[in-house]
């Protein structure tokens, strides 16, 4: 099992330009999460789906668009890319959205804004 | 505040057992307390979490306060691999509110 897997590993962008972060899962899980992480700071969430057909903003969402394309793909779309989206960006997933579930998180993308 | 207040910054020797502790203090009854550890260029990884009991797995045993306030990651042994960002997670309606962390370094 690969687990969670994200691409592209690193991005360089130029402001407004606008891509899509690829992540996927070969768990079975059910919900699926979208974090960055700013430097010498914890994640925060951006967009999560509990379940295939869902999806809810989560603590800093602006900026962007996600997508749950079926059960294992969970994309985040920049639309217009700006420096403060400078971050390194996680996904993860879960069996469940649950308060107890342990989540599973790909190795990030990190992504430069200039 | 949904987050978790933990040192900035621990240290440890080699082989022996680390106790980073943890304060939630407006933490709900429902709330799990969730562990989880960060190596360098690395996801997060799972540690352990637990509701009111302590737990112990293979990787570290977690002591929780009666009243639940605090809690406390204990390594038994830490080994070089260990030295990583440790962070205290309160779940909360199945998301993972994280702070920033405490950061163990581990001396040989």
């Known amino acids: 099992n690969a687990g969670v897997t994200q691409t592209p590993k690193f991005q360089v962008l130029k402001t407004g330009q606008s891509m899509t972060l690829q992540c996927a899962q070969d768990?079975?899980?059910?919900?699926m999460y979208w974090y960055r992480q700013d430097p010498g700071m914890g994640l925060r969430l951006i967009y999560y789906?509990?379940?295939?057909?869902?999806?809810d903003k989560g603590e800093v969402p602006n900026g962007y668009n996600v997508s749950r394309l079926n059960k294992r793909e969970f994309s985040l779309r920049l639309e217009s890319a700006a420096p403060s989206q400078t971050s390194v960006y996680f996904c993860?997933?879960?069996?469940?959205?649950?308060?107890?579930?342990?989540?599973?998180f790909g190795p990030g993308t990190r992504l430069l804004v200039l | 505040d949904a987050k978790t207040t933990q040192p900035n910054s621990m240290e440890s020797n080699e082989e022996e057992p680390v106790h980073l502790p943890c304060n939630h203090s407006?933490?709900?009854?429902?709330?799990?307390i969730h562990w989880y550890r960060q190596l360098p260029s690395q996801g997060p990884e799972y540690v352990i979490h637990?509701?009111?009991s302590n737990v112990n797995n293979r990787m570290a045993s977690l002591a929780i306060a009666e009243d639940r306030k605090s809690s406390t990651l204990i390594l038994h042994r830490a080994t070089l691999r260990d030295a990583a960002v440790y962070y205290c997670?309160?779940?909360?309606?199945?998301?993972?509110?994280f702070g920033k962390g405490t950061k163990l370094s581990v001396k040989p």
């Open positions: 997670i309160r779940g909360s309606q199945g998301n993972l509110i």
């Open positions: 407006t933490i709900s009854g429902t709330d799990y």
């Open positions: 768990m079975n899980h059910n919900s």
């Open positions: 789906s509990a379940s295939e057909g869902t999806t």
């Open positions: 637990g509701l009111t």
């Open positions: 993860a997933s879960s069996d469940s959205s649950g308060f107890w579930e342990t989540q599973y």
